[in-house]
Structures are given as C-alpha cells and as structure tokens.
C-alpha cells in the first residue's frame, strides 16, 4: 500500500468527523469558510506549513502556536480539533484531511468539482457554457470549476471529472493521431 493510501485512509474519518459536526450544527458555510482560510495560509506560508510538518517541534509549542494564530479566526470546535491534530501527530495532513472534508461536503451537496487546463484563460461566457455543459453531462446541480492555466497546451483544452479525462487539446488530437497511423 502506498503511502498516499495509509494517508487517506487516515485523513478520512477526520474529515468525515468534521463534515458530521458542522452539518449537525447548521456551520457548514461557516466550516467551509474557516477551513479554506487555513488551507490558504498553508499556501502562502512555507514557514507555516514546515513548522507543522516538522516532527522535532513540540506539540505543545505547536499547540501555542495554532491558538494565537487562529483563535479569532476559526469556530472553537475547529480550533480544538487542530489542536487534537497535533496531539495525535496528524497535523501534517490537515491539508489532506481539508481536501478530503471539501470532497464529502460537495457530494453532500450535489456539488461536482472539474478540473480544467487550458492555455488561456476562458472568459465568463466561456465558463458558463462549459458549466452548463457538464451541469447536463454529469447530471448535477452545482459544477465547480477548478483553472489551471498550463502554456504547454497549444489550443483546446483537458478537463478532468474524478478519474475521467476529456483531452480536447491540441497536443491530445496529434497524439491520438500519431497512435492511429503506428496501428494501421
């Protein structure tokens, strides 16, 4: 079993935990909220993120150190179960556990998550159509879509539903091309 599988395997039940105490409670906005706010100082802070992550620090001072920063920011129940976090020594897969909290909460909610890369930006229109598009082809309510702008792609466009891929890119239609005329 690969290490990204023990993960999460063990990120789950602490995401499930917590997707069952804010809908109980009526907070998941508020949940969803405070959870992105973390997960965006994990991404603008490395010294954050290593200080976490680092196994020589002490859980008590980790433990200062996540009250005095997000005290005033997060519900008390998400700052005790931080807290537990690094009790437990899992506070390193917080990032996996918000991630994995997202997924429960957006099946909750008929929400499906698209990932797409292009080339260019796509304009409003754009993202509406491709929304209208995949609100019919998945049969949901609610598309999120998630940009990736990669300028390796010439034209077109990949989109990624869960483990479902539709490469409409340029680079995508030489390659199926090139695979047809080596099998003739």
Same mark, same amino acid.
């Given at each position: 079993m690969?290490?990204q599988?023990a993960?999460?395997k +063990?990120a =789950?039940?602490?995401a499930e ?8 409670? /009526? !907070?998941? *906005?508020d949940m969803?909220?405070s959870?992105s706010s973390?997960?965006?100082l994990l991404a603008?802070s ?6 976490l992550n680092?196994p ?5 001072v980790?433990?200062?150190v996540?009250?005095k920063?997000?005290?005033?920011q997060v519900n008390d129940?998400?700052?005790k179960?931080?807290l537990v ?5 899992r +506070?390193? =897969? ?11 909460a957006? /099946? !909750?909610? *008929?929400?499906?998550?698209v990932n797409i890369?292009?080339?260019v930006?796509l304009?409003?229109?754009q993202?509406?159509a ?5 609100k019919?082809m998945?049969?949901s309510?609610t598309v ?6 990669d ?10 539903i869960?483990?479902?891929?539709i490469d409409t890119s340029?680079?995508?239609? =030489?390659k ?6 080596n099998?003739?």
């Open positions: 690969s290490s599988n993960n999460d +063990i =789950l039940p602490y935990a917590l997707l069952e105490y804010a809908s109980e409670n /009526k !907070l998941i *906005s969803n909220s959870l973390i997960q965006n603008e490395t010294d954050f993120k290593v200080f680092n020589l620090t002490a859980t008590e980790k433990k200062v996540i009250t920063l997000l005290a005033n129940f998400l700052l179960f931080l976090l690094v009790d437990r020594r +506070i390193n =897969l917080i990032n996996l556990i918000i991630d994995k909290y997202f997924e429960l957006y /099946k !909750l909610d *008929s929400i499906t998550i890369s292009t080339s930006a304009t409003e229109a993202q509406e491709l929304i209208n598009k995949l019919t998945t049969n309510q999120k879509l998630e940009m990736n702008i300028t390796s792609l010439l034209g077109g466009f990949i989109i990624q869960g483990s479902k891929v340029l680079a995508g239609k =030489l199926n091309m090139a695979f047809y005329l099998n003739m």
